[in-house]
């Protein structure tokens, strides 16, 4: 029972320490021109230049995976990016699907504040 008691002191925090995203806030560069994410909580928004322009709405789940839908005027799709540091590595799609663009990388150009 003491051994138990104890566990379950120290396995909390743990816990908690997992749960908490990362901060992704920030400009970015990356394969499809400059990107700049705003993250409040798990919920992260933003804008890219690439193609005209365009927004950004994702969620991070899990703490390293940031799912994403991106919008344009004329087209929409999805995405997803592992965190990695200063990086995003991941893919984008179109419509519904969120790997059947290619490739979208982005690297940490300078931070800003919420």
């Known amino acids: 029972?003491?051994?138990?008691v104890i566990a379950a002191a120290f396995a909390a925090p743990?816990?908690?320490l997992a749960a908490t995203p990362n901060n992704v806030t920030g400009r970015y560069?990356?394969?499809w021109d400059d990107v700049r994410l705003v993250q409040d909580g798990n919920i992260v928004r933003g804008t890219y230049v690439c193609c005209g322009g365009g927004?950004?709405?994702g969620r991070i789940i899990e703490g390293r995976t940031l799912r994403y839908r991106w919008?344009?005027?004329a087209a929409s799709g999805m995405g997803v990016w592992t965190i990695d540091g200063d990086q995003l590595r991941g893919t984008w799609g179109w419509n519904n699907d969120d790997d059947d663009g290619g490739r979208w990388d982005l690297k940490l150009s300078?931070?800003?504040a919420n």
Do not use: D, G
């Open 1 to 4: 029972m003491f051994r138990l």
């Open 14 to 16: 743990l816990v908690a």
């Open 29 to 31: 560069t990356s394969n």
């Open 55 to 57: 927004t950004i709405e």
């Open 71 to 73: 919008k344009q005027p």
């Open 110 to 112: 300078s931070q800003i």
